[in-house]
């Protein structure tokens, strides 16, 4: 019938290891302005404003094959239940976020699924074309965070998340649900610093 999604497509959204798309990445150049835009002209907020990133040094990463220090401004804001990622990268190490700034480009840069099985969400991306390229190692834990390039034609990376760091996500949407309508702006210095206020534990 019209309308409808043939019977392989149902059974494949059905079976897929990503689940729901639950943050929306940009890449800005100027994330003071981007916050304000989301504020003020979108109508989108609060924002957690962290101005040193995951923390200074941040950890290294791995960009295709190579160890990176990647130093970052980030906001966290909600549409939702979907989270929205502001990233700025302040320092010149090679990232996917310098490559898509470089191409011309400012705004989404990947979709995020916080998966319940990381290596078959891992799995299923390489099976449609998706290629591995930037890892945010995590103390302790063989499971990093991913970013998967996409085929040409979707455009977007693809970041899979572990379960572990679902606490840490639900403890930004708890503060900024908590918000008491002043300063639309809730600013710690650090990621870390944040998860240590909200006593988050990643056990």
Known sequence: ??????????????????????????????????????????????????????GRPPNPSIFRGQHVVVEMR??????????????????????????????????????????????AACVQLEASGYIREFVIPVAGHNDAIAYYRSPSFVGTMVEIVPPRWRKARAAVQERIRAWDGGDPIIRYDSYGDFLAAAKVDFD
């Open 1 to 54: 019938m019209a309308g409808q999604a043939p019977h392989g497509s149902a059974m494949n959204l059905a079976r897929s290891a990503l689940g729901p798309v639950t943050q929306l990445g940009f890449v800005v150049r100027d994330l003071d302005a981007a916050v304000r835009h989301w504020v003020e002209g979108v109508g989108v907020g609060p924002f957690l404003f962290l101005e040193k990133g995951t």
């Open 74 to 119: 980030l906001a966290f804001g909600f549409i939702g239940d979907v989270q929205v990622e502001l990233i700025q990268q302040i320092n010149n190490a090679p990232s996917p976020y310098l490559e898509f700034l470089a191409e011309g480009r400012e705004g989404l840069q990947h979709l995020c699924h916080s998966v319940d099985d990381y290596t």
